[in-house]
């Protein structure tokens, strides 16, 4: 019997592409290193805070940086190889990345970083951003 497979030429990555185009939730500051991997990210926001949960599995929380510089968030983690292959065996297939992984962007708003929380469980980084306080103007009366 003959196996037939289909020819994508388009596989999910111009979806992505695409998707990079129209749907936009935040703007995104340059792009990750070539030799970095990114990861996915959801950015939620109410009156007082941002909640932002990314997708960084296989992680040691020890391994996960985030830097806060007023509106700019940026989120770096290192994947470490640990492979075990015993004698006789051999790989057929590793899809599983391993390096540095990479991800920054702008909010609409200065983040107050004292008040800032991250949590890490299951393979998720949460991330918990009070937005700061406006300064209201103040009005000089003039001599």
Known sequence: MVNVTRFTPFDDSFDELLRGFFVRPMAFEGSAPQ??????????????????????????????????????????????????????????????????IYRAFTLGQAVDEDKAAAKYADGVLELTLPKKAAVSARRLSIN
């Open 35 to 100: 030799t970095a991997q990114s990861f996915r990210v959801d950015v939620r926001e109410d009156d007082n805070a941002y909640t932002v949960h990314a997708d960084i599995p296989g992680v040691k929380k020890e391994d996960i940086h985030v830097t806060i510089d007023a509106d700019q968030i940026a989120i770096s983690a290192e994947t470490r190889n640990e492979r075990e292959v015993k004698e006789g065996e051999r790989v057929l297939r590793a899809e599983r990345h391993y390096g540095k």
